[in-house]
């Protein structure tokens, strides 16, 4: 390990056997193999051994094991084999929901674990001198490294260029301020937290740009050494889970009573000497009724749903984004890049001289500057004015463009509208007598406060410095005290700066442009001297020359008007919030029909609102511009105290607090920083507005399926409870006896068999088609509804009056002890629970009626019922498993008999759906007069 901070860059070149120029591949994979990956993770991954184990570590289960475990050696000193098989029978079912729950949490998992790798970082490094992006991971000591503000740092670093960078260092020294870093070399004795010309991993860069070379990686970084955790997806548990986990442990207590309740009536009434018997039946009830496997399967179907999403280009970092998605009402987005396709296109560069049209589209250097007065294309570009222009854009620049096929469009590197300046210094034929002409200086990297960025520049044939600017031409021209017009620089008067803030508000309004501002100052030998020296931007940015400014169009994205017309229909608002000019802002707002008759407002007119009045203003606007990011925490916390669930999007470092803010913080994928990343509970990783829109439908589509499986599990163990419970009650009341009307292994086959894969493929059912068109949903609304509850409630109790009827039936409507009729009627009831239950769910997969088109394209549902039904016809009709699970097969007329059971249990589910569905509809009626 080389920590560099004591030598010189050309030591350090020497030492790490690189250069200026990078690495090669083939020597980058040699460093890989000699250092291993770029990791650092304290995290303790749980073996697949200690997660099989940890599925017998419920209380009821290691009772219902111990309990059998005695009946068992009972019934080898007693030579009882039919005892023997009963506890063999017990163990091998508890086993296999053990491999169900293990396979269910192993799966989970996996699913985070693949979304892990999906949020790792990249990079942009020298190698085989040229610009590539690699994922931090595959970064080797001597790689030199490009650095902006927002990255987080992904290896110990010592900087070779440095343009105002600063860094919070906190997470490693406990400092909470930023600290100035520089190039220059520093005693052997210096100290951490002073090593000033050194970056380490895990700190994060706030400001300024440059150029490092990575000296240490992985565990031999200063973070490394304290094996710190860095993992890029936070698990906790969402606020279902947290109401689900008190759930089951009521319902655990409740169930625990009540076994011990039929425990104690049994030996009442039967006698102590079936103790053994009724002890594993009461625990083996319990165990089965209590809906032990919920946890699991809401994990499960949260990562599956995650996962959905990730397909879809919305990775969630933190598990309870997926409820709070589909319970937002307001969404405040970005513009350029969110709304917009982020693919900018100079269209126009607007001159004291001349306006001038650009062509050619996107990333090609096809394309031609034209005098619009004359309509002839400029060849030599002899006009000093658009010259100048085009010579500020490309200097005042910290992207960079790589040429690929002759047809192909350029390999790009950085901001989109930096970016767009280079293509346009291409298609007039200057770049490379720019960059040969002029050297870089200093920089002053753009941030979202000043909205500007600046370059000191030195021309190599006359050895002249010059200051070059670009940036929001309202702010710049405030900075402007000249103009440069023919050649000649001259005062710029008052008049004339209105002139021009007039033409870019018409080009803004009328063709939806992007403007940029143009200024330079040409400084003096001595002048130039002291700037170096004092680096600072105050100093620099000021007496400028305006020289023009540049159009640029970035077309919305074609899915952004659906996707808003959809948020709008889904009883979503959408504010647009982008630091761009109010007229561009109005323009796309049009096109993709956001905005309503209200004005804009911008960040001058905020700054001036008490935060009461701002309340009152974000009720009604569509949109602000002209802002900046503390005028976007201002917004959110305006609209949340109104109660609105906020959705925000952001990809800047001062992004961070709002995002924080929010109920969901959104992320960019492509144009995000690290910062922003870090912050945020979603990614977009294709920077797209619409994948919000299907980020919520599918949060509310995972929260309903939910609810479903909830529900299903609910009513099933509510309806063996209520069988068991009457079952008892009718036996001591009208034959003075008690009667077990279902032993403990069909119970456990029947947890098996409708608890596992009927409710993990309710859990992953497809959307409602009305899922979009119903209001969001309070957050605060109850797990168990009054719509669960009813299901609950009235299939609990037919599932109960139904087997009992059945049960009832087969023994002659009285007592029998005839051991074949008491198996038969036994049978009857174990069979009617599993026919009730996969019915059950077949009609909870979807909120319409039965029976419609969509009914038949839950595939998943549909294999989980057949793979059910063929185990069920097994426990009866194969003998092996007849003897296994003390079944006997049916007769015609007993089938018939538990179908016509069945039937209304169906025909109440399908009548309580349409009396909610109608509910539901008006709801949505009241919804779209609203919106």
């Known amino acids: 390990m080389v920590s560099g901070f004591d030598k010189t860059v050309e030591e350090i070149y020497d030492l790490l056997d690189s250069q200026f120029e990078g690495l090669s591949t083939e020597e980058a994979k040699k460093r890989i193999e000699k250092h291993g990956q770029n990791i650092v993770s304290s995290e303790k991954k749980t073996s697949s051994i200690k997660l099989f184990l940890s599925q017998f570590k419920d209380l009821l289960v290691i009772i219902l094991l111990i309990a059998g475990l005695i009946t068992g050696v009972i019934g080898i000193i007693e030579s009882n084999l039919e005892a023997i098989i009963d506890v063999s029978a017990i163990a091998i079912v508890v086993l296999l929901n053990a491999c169900l729950g293990f396979y269910q949490e192993y799966s989970a998992e996996k699913a985070i674990s693949a979304l892990r790798k999906l949020s790792e970082s990249q990079v942009i490094v020298v190698r085989d001198h040229k610009k590539i992006y690699i994922d931090s991971e595959y970064v ?3 790689d030199i490294i490009f650095l902006e503000a927002g990255n987080s740092v992904v290896a110990d670093i010592r900087l070779i260029q440095s343009y105002e960078i600063r860094v919070s260092e906190g997470i490693l020294t406990g400092e909470s301020t930023t600290i100035a870093k520089h190039t220059d070399s520093l005693p052997t004795d210096t100290q951490l937290a002073d090593r000033k010309n050194t970056l380490f991993k895990g700190t994060t860069i706030v400001n300024g740009s440059g150029l490092g070379i990575v000296v240490s990686t992985g565990f031999l970084t200063e973070l490394g050494k304290i094996a710190s955790s860095l993992l890029s997806i936070e698990q906790e548990d969402t606020p279902i889970q947290k109401k689900l986990d008190q759930l089951a442990k009521q319902i655990t207590i409740g169930i625990g ?6 425990f104690l009536i049994g030996i009442l009434s039967i006698g102590v000497s079936s103790w053994a018997v009724l002890l594993i039946f009461s625990i083996g009830l319990a165990v089965a009724a209590v809906p032990e496997g919920l946890p699991a399967v809401l994990t499960l179907s949260l990562a599956l749903g995650i996962n959905r999403l990730a397909k879809k280009n919305a990775l969630v970092r933190k598990l309870p984004a997926v409820e709070v998605l589909g319970s937002s009402t307001i969404i405040c987005t970005d513009k350029t890049g969110t709304l917009t396709r982020n693919e900018q296109t100079v269209r126009l560069i607007w001159t004291l001289d001349t306006k001038y049209s650009v062509t050619g589209d996107g990333y090609f250097s096809s394309g031609n500057i034209v005098a619009k007065e004359t309509g002839k294309k400029e060849e030599s570009l002899t006009n000093s004015t658009l010259l100048k222009n085009i010579e500020i854009g490309a200097l005042a620049n910290e992207a960079a463009i790589e040429k690929q096929g002759e047809n192909d469009p350029y390999k790009i590197f950085g901001d989109p509208t930096e970016v767009a300046l280079l293509i346009l210094a291409e298609k007039g034929q200057t770049m490379e007598t720019i960059q040969s002409e002029w050297s870089l200086e200093y920089l002053f990297p753009f941030d979202s406060d000043r909205k500007r960025m600046s370059v000191i520049v030195k021309n190599r044939k006359t050895e002249k410095y010059a200051i070059m600017v670009k940036g929001a031409l309202d702010i710049l021209l405030d900075f402007c005290t000249n103009q440069f017009s023919n050649n000649v620089v001259s005062p710029l008067e008052k008049a004339s700066k209105q002139i021009i803030i007039q033409n870019s508000e018409n080009y803004s309004a009328s063709y939806a442009y992007r403007i940029l501002g143009m200024a330079f100052r040409e400084i003096t030998d001595e002048e130039a001297e002291k700037l170096l020296l004092s680096k600072k931007s105050e100093l620099v940015e000021r007496n400028l020359t305006f020289a023009g400014f540049v159009g640029m169009i970035d077309p919305p994205r074609t899915q952004s008007r659906p996707a808003i017309l959809k948020a709008k229909a889904a009883g979503i608002r959408v504010i647009m919030i982008t630091g761009d000019h109010v007229e561009t802002a109005k323009a796309i707002g049009r096109s993709i029909s956001l905005t309503t008759s209200t004005t804009p407002i911008t960040g001058k007119v905020l700054d001036k609102m008490t935060d009461d009045e701002l309340e009152l203003i974000v009720q009604t606007t569509d949109i602000f511009a002209r802002v900046n990011p503390h005028h976007k925490l201002r917004i959110i916390n305006a609209l949340k105290k109104l109660g609105e669930i906020v959705t925000m999007t952001g990809d800047g470092v001062n992004d961070s607090p709002a995002l924080k803010r929010a109920d969901i913080g959104v992320a960019m994928g492509i144009t995000g920083t690290d910062v922003s990343k870090e912050a945020s509970d979603m990614i977009l990783v294709d920077d797209n507005f619409a994948n919000i829109i299907e980020a919520v439908s ?24 209520i069988t068991v419970l009457f079952g008892i009650i009718f036996g001591l009341i009208f034959f003075k006896t008690t009667i077990i009307p279902i032993l403990t292994i069909q119970l456990l086959y029947i947890n098996l068999l409708t608890d596992t894969f009927p409710a993990l493929a309710l859990g992953v059912s497809p959307a409602e088609e009305d899922i979009m068109l119903r ?12 719509e669960m509850l009813v299901s609950i409630i009235t299939s609990g109790l037919m599932y109960g009056i139904g087997t009992l009827f059945g049960y009832f039936w087969a023994m002659g409507f009285t007592l029998s002890t005839d051991v074949e009729t008491v198996k038969a009627a036994q049978t009857m009831v174990f069979v009617s629970l599993v026919v009730y239950q996969l019915l059950h769910s077949l009609s909870l997969c979807q909120d319409d009626l039965i029976f419609t088109k969509k009914f038949f394209k839950n595939h998943k549902l549909f294999l989980a019922v057949l793979f059910s039904i063929i185990m069920l016809v097994i426990a009866l009709y194969v003998p092996f498993m007849s003897r296994f699970a003390h079944t006997t097969p049916l007769n015609g007329m007993q089938w018939l008999i538990v179908l016509l059971t069945a039937l209304p249990i169906m025909i109440a589910d399908e009548v309580r759906k349409f009396i909610f569905n109608r509910i539901r509809k008006n709801k949505i009626a009241e919804l779209n007069d609203t919106y």
């Open 140 to 142: 080797v000591p001597g």
């Open 257 to 262: 009573i009540l076994s011990v309740i039929i």
């Open 698 to 721: 599918e949060g509310r589509t995972i929260y309903s399926n939910i609810k479903k499986f909830i529900g299903y599990l609910l009513s099933a163990n509510a309806g063996e409870l």
């Open 775 to 786: 209001k969001p949903r309070n957050p605060k609304e109850p797990l168990i509804d009054k």
